[in-house]
């Protein structure tokens, strides 16, 4: 199992999509729209180069969802790095037998 979806680290977790939901909420966006535009408007920040997000689709709805042009204001870009600056995932990414192979 991987230790982010652990019976005690995952509910924890999911406080975070909670309010990223949230915020999609106000804006009648999808928590998916929202992801896709944050990463699109991180292009030029800190120096990152411009971001194209692959979202992956299983029905045409989707592929039409996830191609809705959004843009965020910044009182929003400001609000959704506020959330990820002040929560702390819990649990590692991968299972510590895996974590030697992740160097090579």
């Known amino acids: ?45 800190n ?13 045409a709805s989707r592929v039409e969802e996830n191609s809705k042009e959004v843009t965020l204001s910044s009182d929003e870009l400001a609000e959704i790095d506020k959330v990820l600056g002040s929560f702390k995932v819990q649990g590692s990414r991968y299972p510590e037998a895996l974590t030697p192979a992740l160097d090579g």
């Open 1 to 45: 199992m991987f230790p982010r979806f652990s019976k005690e680290n995952f509910p924890k977790n999911l406080e975070l999509v909670h309010d990223l939901q949230d915020i999609a909420k106000r804006r009648n966006l999808t928590p998916a729209q929202l992801a896709i535009a944050w990463t699109k408007q991180q292009f030029g920040k």
């Open 47 to 59: 120096g990152n180069p411009e971001i194209i997000p692959i979202p992956g689709a299983t029905t």
